[in-house]
């Protein structure tokens, strides 16, 4: 079972950045996409960001593209989501999440967003709270 870790959330101003981290128990050998998700206080959970570990593929949602930017660092088995321009409606418990291709093969496109369903693991969520 992959575990999967979150840090770097925190509490920022509106305007500011954070580097959130996500790293893996182990490396994944397989095809695999890592997916971003948030959830705010009264809200369902979302997601925001993916990357596909074949080609590179990413996503980002119409709330936070020109913003976030996902990216990975295959040595470190880590994934980070840098934040740029934070606005207080960012205010969520971030997760992220790895889908193994289990129900079926992994993607994340521009056309192809991440899906919780899919999702095989999950972190244990890190708070990102901007201040207006």
């Known amino acids: 079972e992959v575990q999967l870790v979150e840090s770097g959330g925190g509490l920022v101003q509106a305007g500011g950045s954070l580097r959130l981290s996500c790293a893996a128990s182990?490396?994944?050998?397989?095809?695999?996409?890592i997916g971003w998700f948030r959830q705010a206080p009264g809200k369902e959970r979302e997601g925001v960001s993916c990357?596909?570990?074949?080609?590179?593929?990413?996503f980002y949602s119409d709330s936070v593209k020109g913003r976030f930017t996902i990216s990975s660092d295959s040595a470190k088995n880590t994934w980070y989501l840098q934040m740029n321009s934070l606005k207080p409606e960012d205010t969520a418990v971030y997760y992220c999440?790895?889908?193994?291709?289990?129900?079926?093969?992994?993607?994340?496109?521009?056309?192809?967003?991440?899906?919780?369903?899919?999702?095989?693991?999950w972190g244990q969520g890190t708070q990102v709270t901007v201040s207006v």
């Open positions: 990357i596909s570990s074949t080609g590179g593929g990413t």
């Open positions: 999440a790895v889908d193994l291709g289990i129900i079926r093969p992994p993607v994340c496109s521009d056309y192809a967003p991440p899906y919780q369903s899919e999702y095989d693991y």
């Open positions: 182990e490396f994944i050998y397989d095809d695999y996409a």
